[in-house]
């Protein structure tokens, strides 16, 4: 079965970091471009950022450029987001999504993660 | 940035009904790169259509998706008590940013 299992989230306190991770099982996880995908309860949906199979490209929303840092590690099958200088407006829900194989990061997202909410509060 | 606009907000209809929602880019959307998505409550976003009218395997033929350049609509020919849900387009022809629109919230009248 096709699975993205994210992890990390949690409360921290505004300037404060966390590291969030998504396991990815049930496909060859290096065929494929990865993205974060995140949403307040209640509200819509943004994307956050992305990268392509090998990491070699990279993209970023204007509202967490040069805070948020997205890697993966192919060997383990997991993509993560480094989340630095946390802000109140980065309270989400945040989903890993998948698209079609040999994309970059740069398509529609074909598998989704539950998310793991991440909670920026004093 | 390409902007998308959905339109309406709410759309009430009876099951049975034919729902038609919009999606309007700022700019011409590259390659037709645009998607659409199904919500329910409490689960995460289901990939409808790809390509603008391309539907995901599984997905019921009820669902159809068409447009090109700036304009595109999702279609659902006679609503399912399942159907009733918020559905987001996005486009994914021209990053950094992907974006989403909105969204329209397709409700029981």
């Known amino acids: 079965e096709v699975q993205l299992v994210e992890s990390g989230g949690g409360v921290v306190r505004p300037g404060g970091s966390l590291r969030l991770s998504c396991a990815a099982s049930?496909?060859?996880?290096?065929?494929?471009?990865m993205s974060w995908v995140r949403q307040v309860p209640g509200k819509g949906l943004e994307w956050v950022s992305g990268?392509?199979?090998?990491?070699?490209?990279?993209g970023y929303a204007d509202s967490v450029k040069g805070r948020f840092t997205i890697s993966r590690d192919n060997a383990k099958n997991s993509l993560y987001l480094q989340m630095n200088s946390l802000r109140a407006e980065d309270t989400a829900l945040y989903h890993c999504?998948?698209?079609?194989?040999?994309?970059?990061?740069?398509?529609?997202?074909?598998?989704w993660g539950q998310g793991t909410m991440v909670t920026v509060s004093s | 940035e390409i902007v998308l606009t959905q339109s309406p907000d709410t759309l009430s209809l009876s099951p049975g009904e034919r729902a038609t929602l919009s999606c309007r880019a700022s700019?011409?959307?590259?390659?037709?790169?645009l998607a659409w998505y199904q919500q329910k409550p409490g689960q995460a976003p289901r990939l409808l259509i790809y390509?603008?009218?391309s539907r995901t395997t599984g997905i019921p033929d009820r669902f159809s998706g068409s447009g090109s350049g700036t304009d595109f609509t999702l279609t659902i020919s006679r609503l399912e008590p399942e159907d009733f849900a918020v559905y987001y387009c996005?486009?994914?022809?021209?990053?950094?940013?992907?974006?989403f629109g909105g969204g329209t919230k397709v409700e029981i009248k």
């Open positions: 999504a998948r698209g079609e194989p040999d994309s970059g990061y740069d398509d529609a997202f074909h598998v």
């Open positions: 049930g496909f060859t996880f290096d065929d494929f471009g």
């Open positions: 990268i392509n199979w090998n990491g070699g490209n990279t």
């Open positions: 700019q011409s959307v590259s390659g037709s790169s």
């Open positions: 390509g603008a009218s």
């Open positions: 996005q486009q994914y022809g021209s990053s950094p940013p992907l974006t």
